[in-house]
């Protein structure tokens, strides 16, 4: 057991975690292709139309997935933060800095698609709701991390700052995810429960394939933005100056 727990330490190297990612990206892209492509069909074409909502209800095909992902992703750079904040990994405050873009796109994305939907069904592209509030709190403390971190030059010093804005932001995550039951809120519920979903079998698939295809994205994406971080990150160093080397021929 200590001996398979050792190997898999030695990819919080960066010169061990860089090939590794390299290899698993073209996976992680072609899971991402299907995944959206089989979500994308079922959700606009074979999902039937909603008896009370019309056909301005296939947004949360996108919506849905996005709000999950700008959650998860949060929670995801906030733990890799913490344990470069814990453990001082070079790795950790990396993999936090290529989450965090990909975490405040589908943030917006959420915020976005959220007003197509809600002009329609509230009549207005905004509310200062209680979860659409939260959700662009956190698309702020995503800009806050990205700027936090651009603003200073040390990279140790900047992952330092980065990963207690991220720990201290983490508290609006259950917030945002428990709104709609502790406020009144325009903002439905959950209609996706692990014990009993209120949708149709189809329309959950659709779904769920969608955000699967989110899912895979976001690590495609986060593993090439790392792979370029460790580049610029440690361009001194030996092992970086022979993967150039070997790009290169």
Not at 198 to 204: E, H, I, K, Q
């Amino acid at each position: 057991m200590s001996d398979r727990l050792f190997n898999w330490y030695r990819f919080a190297s960066p010169q061990a975690f860089y090939p590794l990612a390299g290899r698993m990206i073209p996976w992680f892209w072609a899971l991402a292709a299907l995944f959206g492509i089989a979500g994308l069909y079922v959700g606009f074409l074979v999902a039937p139309t909603d008896a009370q909502q019309g056909e301005g209800y296939r947004i949360i095909f996108l919506h849905v997935p996005a709000s999950w992902m700008s959650m998860f992703i949060y929670l995801v750079m906030a733990f890799w933060a913490g344990l470069g904040l814990a453990f001082n990994f070079r790795l950790s405050g990396m993999m936090a800095q290529a989450l965090a873009p990909t975490g405040a796109m589908f943030a917006f994305l959420s915020l976005w698609t959220g007003a197509l939907w809600g002009k329609p069904m509230w009549g207005t592209w905004w509310v200062w709701d209680a979860r659409l509030t939260s959700e662009l709190i956190l698309l702020f403390l995503y800009v806050g991390f990205i700027a936090l971190q651009s603003a200073i030059d040390d990279p140790r010093r900047a992952d330092k700052a980065g990963a207690i804005l991220a720990l201290v932001g983490v508290v609006n995550i259950p917030i945002i995810y428990f709104s709609v039951k502790w406020w009144n809120t325009l903002h439905q519920g959950s209609s996706v429960n692990l014990a009993k979903s209120s949708m149709a079998t189809v329309m959950l698939w659709g779904m769920l394939l969608c955000a699967l295809a989110c899912w895979m994205y976001s690590i495609a994406v986060a593993l090439m933005r790392v792979r370029r971080i460790m580049l610029e990150r440690e361009k001194d160093t030996l092992w970086v100056r022979e993967e150039l080397a070997r790009e290169a021929s």
